[in-house]
């Protein structure tokens, strides 16, 4: 396996110094990037594996930069958010603008490691078994087509605009047409790590979906409501 090469967008010296030394000890190539509009561009311009994106940043934060890297239809980026906030709106708002996870500062290195190594071995497994079944690159349910090879959906001919977070979800549902997901289970399986208490960043994801690809968003065909569990994915008759 190549070595993973990991971005690292961080204004503090201190905490970014000590985040490289940690990915080095991983055995990991590593990049330290000190302001938002730097660090954007090396996003965009590098084959990174990982991104670890401070929320306050000088010219540009945190959020613009992952709402902006969510907002391209290229490849996958896992970003893991570093903030001193503590406040549940920001982290929440980091999640649900394309986020795979989030660390509060001050964290110890070892919460650090395991979080990067989480988010890895889900992107790994995303990876895997994309190349294990390269035929089903088509989903259609319905009025619903799904291409996961142009990262389109379409709804009766109609394109959606869906955020990188959101097309994931869908496919995931898609695939296991029937199958009932808690949100505990989205998250672990679709974040890629348990966001104890954070369940409700699920619900918001699936009400946008629903907006987007449902006729009816208050009787949805597609992503169904089982009460007192959770969600599932309908094929219409």
């Not at 590098?46 to 239809?73: A, E, T």
Request: some cysteine; hydrophobic content about 45%; overall charge negative.
């Amino acid at each position: 396996m190549n070595t993973r090469r990991v971005l690292v967008i961080e204004d503090d010296p201190d905490i970014g110094r000590l985040v490289t030394l940690q990915l080095a000890e991983l055995g990991f190539e590593h990049r330290l990037v000190a302001d938002g509009v730097t660090g954007l561009a090396e996003a965009e311009g590098g084959r990174w594996d990982l991104l670890i994106l401070d929320l306050m940043l000088p010219r540009l934060d945190g959020l613009q930069i992952c709402k902006r890297l969510r907002s391209r239809g290229e490849g996958y980026l896992p970003i893991l958010m570093l903030t001193a906030k503590s406040s549940e709106l920001d982290r929440v708002l980091g999640l649900e603008l394309g986020a795979d996870d989030y660390l509060v500062k001050p964290f110890s290195m070892l919460e650090l490691a395991a979080r990067v190594k989480a988010i890895l071995r889900r992107q790994e497994h995303f990876e895997a078994a994309a190349a294990a079944t390269p035929a089903a690159t088509l989903i259609e349910a319905g009025e619903l087509r799904i291409d996961l090879d142009r990262h389109e959906v379409q709804v009766g001919g109609r394109s959606v605009d869906l955020t990188a977070k959101e097309f994931e979800l869908l496919v995931h549902f898609a695939r296991a047409p029937g199958r009932v997901f808690t949100r505990a289970q989205l998250l672990d399986q679709v974040w890629g790590y348990t966001h104890s208490g954070y369940e409700h960043t699920v619900n918001s994801h699936i009400n946008r979906l629903r907006n987007k690809i449902e006729r009816d968003p208050a009787q949805p065909a597609h992503i169904q409501t089982v009460w007192g569990v959770g969600y599932r994915f309908a094929t219409p008759a």
